[in-house]
């Protein structure tokens, strides 16, 4: 389990965030089996959507989807996060893999790409907000710098990084973010960046001096105090930090209902059930023929062009309808005739 600690500096000019994630990372890692580069891409990723979560976030129900789409081997990082320290993430090559920088450290910028950073947060509402800006790096933690410069008009010192050893193991994870409060006097803004330039990295400073160690450090010369969380509802003045994901066997199951009938019946017959792999998280769910037997479905309507779903009404009541008037092939919605079906 890793963990995040929030505090102020410099008497309530500087927001600190910082978090230790070599657990989650090395659990995403083992999940998604990745190789060294994509290891340290997705972990600096997971770390800074944990981060943006905590920064960006107004209530704690809202989740934040980070996306980093690049033209690089990689294909591509997604991670979700909230703040109640949950993440979770993938990428689209997990096996992919460049040699290593001139100074012999992993290069993350080249296996990503250029491209562009996009950040979702999906409110308790339903709401949805976006907003992107152009990949200044690839090194994730200028990309979210920048992010929040750009999108957000915060002044911002984001380090992320993820270190492994022997077979692609990880060392040490983790990360921490600045933020620049209107106000903060001159001469602490010089005292910050000149701390900064002085560092070589995150995770040499979190495997030498541990999280407070690391943070104190950056910090020097500023005053750092640790905020106490319990008035948030945590235990103490920490977050646990946790690789979770909200997969479940009813919804892999769930997911089939999407396929025609046909192709179910194919499952069945040639395959003898199915086997759904969660993305999010490499969990595997083989799902029986009784199982899919039972997604037995009284009436759909299906899309002329692309055979997307429209709605549809199983034996049990069950409905479903998809949201708003236009295909994904872009062919106009024609719903069933009779009674609405019930929002979702």
């Given at each position: 389990?890793?963990?995040?600690?929030?505090?102020?500096?410099?008497?309530?000019?500087?927001?600190?965030?910082?978090?230790?994630?070599?657990?989650?990372?090395?659990?995403?890692?083992?999940?998604?089996?990745?190789?060294?580069?994509?290891?340290?891409?997705?972990?600096?990723?997971?770390?800074?959507?944990?981060?943006?979560?905590?920064?960006?976030?107004?209530?704690?129900?809202?989740?934040?989807?980070?996306?980093?789409?690049?033209?690089?081997?990689?294909?591509?990082?997604?991670?979700?996060?909230?703040?109640?320290?949950?993440?979770?993430?993938?990428?689209?090559?997990?096996?992919?893999?460049?040699?290593?920088?001139?100074?012999?450290?992993?290069?993350?910028?080249?296996?990503?790409?250029?491209?562009?950073?996009?950040?979702?947060?999906?409110?308790?509402?339903?709401?949805?907000?976006?907003?992107?800006?152009?990949?200044?790096?690839?090194?994730?933690?200028?990309?979210?710098?920048?992010?929040?410069?750009?999108?957000?008009?915060?002044?911002?010192?984001?380090?992320?990084?993820?270190?492994?050893?022997?077979?692609?193991?990880?060392?040490?994870?983790?990360?921490?973010?600045?933020?620049?409060?209107?106000?903060?006097?001159?001469?602490?803004?010089?005292?910050?960046?000149?701390?900064?330039?002085?560092i070589k990295g995150f995770t040499p400073l979190l495997k030498a001096k541990g999280l407070e160690g690391a943070v104190a450090a950056v910090m020097d010369g500023l005053g750092f105090e640790t905020l106490d969380?319990?008035?948030?509802?945590?235990?103490?003045?920490?977050?646990?930090?946790?690789?979770?994901?909200?997969?479940?066997?009813?919804?892999?199951?769930?997911?089939?209902?999407?396929?025609?009938?046909?192709?179910?019946?194919?499952?069945?017959?040639?395959?003898?059930?199915?086997?759904?792999?969660?993305?999010?998280?490499?969990?595997?769910?083989?799902?029986?023929?009784?199982?899919?037997?039972?997604?037995?479905?009284?009436?759909?309507?299906?899309?002329?062009?692309?055979?997307?779903?429209?709605?549809?009404?199983?034996?049990?009541?069950?409905?479903?309808?998809?949201?708003?008037?236009?295909?994904?092939?872009?062919?106009?919605?024609?719903?069933?005739?009779?009674?609405?079906?019930?929002?979702?």
């Open positions: 389990m890793g963990r995040l600690i929030r505090g102020l500096a410099g008497g309530g000019e500087f927001r600190v965030l910082a978090a230790d994630t070599t657990d989650v990372v090395e659990e995403a890692r083992q999940r998604h089996g990745l190789s060294p580069t994509a290891t340290a891409a997705l972990g600096r990723a997971m770390t800074g959507a944990v981060l943006l979560a905590f920064l960006l976030s107004k209530t704690p129900r809202e989740r934040l989807t980070l996306r980093v789409d690049g033209d690089g081997p990689l294909g591509g990082i997604v991670v979700e996060a909230a703040p109640d320290g949950s993440v979770r993430g993938y990428v689209k090559n997990p096996q992919a893999e460049v040699p290593l920088r001139s100074d012999g450290k992993l290069n993350v910028g080249e296996l990503v790409g250029a491209g562009e950073l996009r950040v979702v947060r999906a409110l308790p509402s339903g709401e949805l907000y976006e907003s992107s800006v152009p990949l200044v790096s690839g090194e994730i933690a200028e990309d979210i710098a920048h992010y929040l410069w750009q999108s957000e008009q915060i002044p911002s010192a984001v380090l992320l990084g993820v270190r492994v050893h022997g077979e692609g193991e990880v060392e040490v994870a983790g990360g921490m973010a600045v933020q620049v409060l209107p106000g903060a006097d001159e001469a602490d803004i010089q005292r910050l960046e000149q701390n900064l330039a002085g969380l319990k008035p948030f509802g945590y235990a103490g003045s920490e977050v646990p930090v946790v690789f979770r994901c909200r997969c479940s066997r009813e919804r892999a199951v769930e997911a089939l209902v999407f396929f025609t009938p046909e192709e179910r019946e194919d499952m069945i017959v040639q395959d003898g059930g199915a086997e759904v792999i969660c993305h999010w998280c490499g969990e595997v769910y083989r799902i029986t023929p009784e199982e899919i037997q039972g997604l037995r479905v009284e009436h759909e309507v299906r899309c002329p062009d692309c055979g997307e779903i429209w709605y549809r009404r199983r034996a049990d009541g069950l409905e479903l309808e998809i949201p708003g008037d236009t295909c994904r092939c872009g062919r106009r919605v024609e719903r069933p005739e009779g009674p609405e079906p019930p929002q979702a």
